[in-house]
Every structure is written in structure tokens, then in C-alpha cells.
């Protein structure tokens, strides 16, 4: 019986003329044994897309194998993984890099966002690792620099089989600037774009690595990141989807330091309670002056979800800010400098002004 053939050459996800996971289910056979041969050319695209695909052809039970023409990047490359039999086109690439994924909203939306794009990742890493026989270790290397695989090294690395057929030239990207140019040459013909128009040569691509991205590149996706993020991305050079990684990183390691300090300070209080207050359990309250020193050393954050905070109008006199912070740093002689009894002495001393501080700063 000849295979049923399914393509997958376009964009991954759920937008006009992109390859849904819908589309792939539908062309599945009803009986879930008849064989099927599916063939891609894909620049990748929606990371859940991308799995959802994965995950309806790997459950398929029918005999399946799978063509490379000429083209599997990102998500489209992880899709591959669900077949043993994989050839790719002489002139066939894949290329394989960690999720990524535009994040907005306040630090707990963010902080969620990273850790179900880690989860994403190392699910992908375990998949890559088990088709390729490659160590974990290894693949996350590959992934973090976002490595092209012509033919030869995709067969030599594990991804693919065998080297089969004709070259393909398939359907040109809709954006080519950060690929290499051989990669570029190699699928769509020397000076090949999107657009069909010649690349530009006030823009040459390098011959072996993704074009870095620039200060406003990295500015515009990212406004909230800090100084120290942005140089570190500009002087190694590293493409968008690289910066994107490394921002999901850096959000991760902070998340995880500030936690570990919370708990620290949380740990702290309750022995300094204990200590000095032992018949008067209300005299502190632990979590809302934790957030507080946390805030104040992060920065104040909108506790309202969507909403971002607003300027506030110039009154006379000081603000309950700089009340507080000056009856907190009248107590730290007192506290011999620690700060968490400094905290808890200035509360007792000046009852309301710790929530005039707090609204000021949420308003």
C-alpha cells in the first residue's frame, strides 16, 4: 500500500495559511494503521503548535516516515523527532535552538512564563537526546547557540537516517536575515530572500553564524531589561531567539535568588520574633513586611494584574515613602544595622504609616 502523504511546509501555528496541528490531525488515516510518509519545509513557528504536531504523529500507530525537503528549524525541527525514519535532501538543514517566547506582565505572569518555557525545553532536550543518542548535556549545548545541521551532520549527529534524493529548493522564508548565508545559498539559490530580491549588501550575513541582534533590537523586545543583560548579549553576539533564551535564563536565576532570600528573611523574622516578642504573636507580620524589604530592594511593583502604576500627583510635605524609609533607618543604630528588627521596630513605632507606604507605592 502506498503511504498517504501530509505536508508540513509553511509556518507552525494557528494564524492565515500556517500548518496547524488541526490540519495534520485531519490528514491523518481514520483507521490509525494505513502507513503515511510526511514531508517538511518549515521555518518553524509556535512553540505549542509545534508540540501539539509532535504529539498527534508520534501517537500515530500506522507505519510513518518522514521527508526533510529541504528544511526543519525550531519547532518544525523537534516535530522530526517523532520518527524513526527520518531522510533529509542533500541540501536539507536542520537547525535546532531553545524556546522562545515574548513575555509581558507583571513579575508573577513572568515568572510563570519561564517556567513553563524551561518545562517546554527540557522536554525538547529529552526528545533530541533520545532520536540522536546524544547526552542531554550535549544537545542543551547545541540548542543554547542554535546550531544549523547540514545533511551530512544531521545524519552523523543522529537526526536523520539517510541522505535521500534530489536537492529540493523549497519555498523561500519570509524573513532570511538571520540565517547563515550558506544555509540561505543552500536551500533557495544564492542571494535568495523572502522576497525573491537579492540580499543586501550593506547587510552581508555570515558565513557561519546567525546575524547578532542590536541595541534597539534587543531594547524593543526587551524594555525592562537591565544594562549589564544587554551588553552581555551585544559583545557575544548573539542572534534574537539567543537574546530571547538568555532573558528567560536571567529571569529564571533571578526568581530563584529572590525566593531563596525571602525565605531567608522569612527565617530570620520569626527567630528575631521569638526572641524579642514571645507573648505578643501579632506585634510582626511576617509576610507583608518580607514583600516590603523585598519591594524595596527590587523596586515597587503594581500588585494589580494588567495594570501598570501611575504617577502620582506632588504633595506638600514628605511622602509616606520618605517617612518610612527615614523611620526605618532612625531604628537600624538601635537593631546594631539588621534591618529586619529595624523593619519591625519602625512598624510599632509609627502605627499606619507602613500601609500609607505600601498604598503610596500599589497606588
Not at 44 to 68: M, N, Q, R, T, W
Amino acid at each position: 500500500m502506498q503511504p498517504k502523504t501530509i505536508r508540513i511546509d509553511g509556518v507552525i501555528g494557528r494564524g492565515p495559511n500556517e500548518v496547524t496541528s488541526d490540519f495534520v490531525r485531519e490528514q491523518l488515516p481514520a483507521n490509525g494503521s494505513d502507513p503515511i510518509a510526511v514531508k517538511i519545509h518549515s521555518e518553524g513557528g509556535s512553540v505549542f503548535e509545534g508540540f501539539a504536531i509532535y504529539d498527534a504523529l508520534a501517537a500515530y500507530a500506522g507505519p510513518k516516515s518522514l521527508s526533510i525537503e529541504s528544511s526543519a528549524f525550531s519547532i518544525a525541527s523537534f516535530i522530526a523527532m517523532a520518527f524513526d525514519d527520518v531522510a533529509i535532501s542533500p541540501n536539507g538543514f536542520v537547525m535546532i535552538h531553545n524556546p522562545a517566547a515574548m513575555i509581558d506582565g507583571d513579575d508573577e505572569e513572568m515568572a510563570a512564563s519561564a517556567e513553563l518555557l524551561a518545562s517546554l525545553k527540557s522536554q525538547m532536550i529529552s526528545a533530541y537526546s533520545r532520536r540522536s543518542g546524544k547526552s542531554e548535556d550535549e544537545i542543551k549545548s547545541l540548542m543554547k547557540r542554535e546550531t544549523y545541521l547540514n545533511a551530512e551532520q544531521a545524519v552523523a549527529m543522529g537526526f536523520a537516517q539517510r541522505i535521500a534524493g534530489q536537492a529540493v529548493m523549497g519555498r523561500p522564508f519570509a524573513r532570511l536575515s538571520n540565517m547563515p548565508h550558506g544555509v540561505v545559498a543552500a536551500l533557495f539559490g544564492a542571494g535568495s530572500g523572502g522576497n525573491t530580491e537579492p540580499l543586501s549588501k550593506e547587510k552581508p550575513m555570515s558565513d557561519s553564524l546567525p546575524v547578532a541582534a542590536t541595541l534597539q533590537e534587543i531594547r524593543q523586545a526587551f524594555p525592562q531589561a537591565k544594562s549589564d543583560f544587554v551588553i552581555k548579549c551585544l559583545e557575544r553576539s548573539l542572534p534574537m531567539a539567543s537574546v530571547a533564551s538568555a532573558a528567560v535564563e536571567e529571569m529564571m536565576t533571578e526568581n530563584a535568588s529572590l525566593r531563596a532570600e525571602v525565605q531567608a528573611m522569612k527565617e530570620e523574622m520569626a527567630k528575631a520574633k521569638a526572641m524579642e516578642h514571645p507573648d505578643d504573636p501579632a506585634a510582626m507580620e511576617d509576610e507583608e513586611i518580607v514583600e516590603e524589604m523585598v519591594e524595596a530592594k527590587a523596586g515597587p511593583v503594581a500588585k494589580s494584574r494588567g495594570v501598570k502604576p501611575v504617577a502620582k500627583a506632588k504633595t506638600s510635605g514628605p511622602t509616606a515613602s520618605v517617612r518610612w524609609g527615614s523611620a526605618v533607618e532612625a531604628c537600624l543604630p538601635k537593631c546594631n544595622g539588621n534591618k529586619v528588627k529595624a523593619v519591625a521596630m519602625a512598624n510599632r513605632q509609627n502605627p499606619g504609616l507602613r500601609q500609607a507606604y505600601l498604598a503610596e507605592v500599589n497606588g
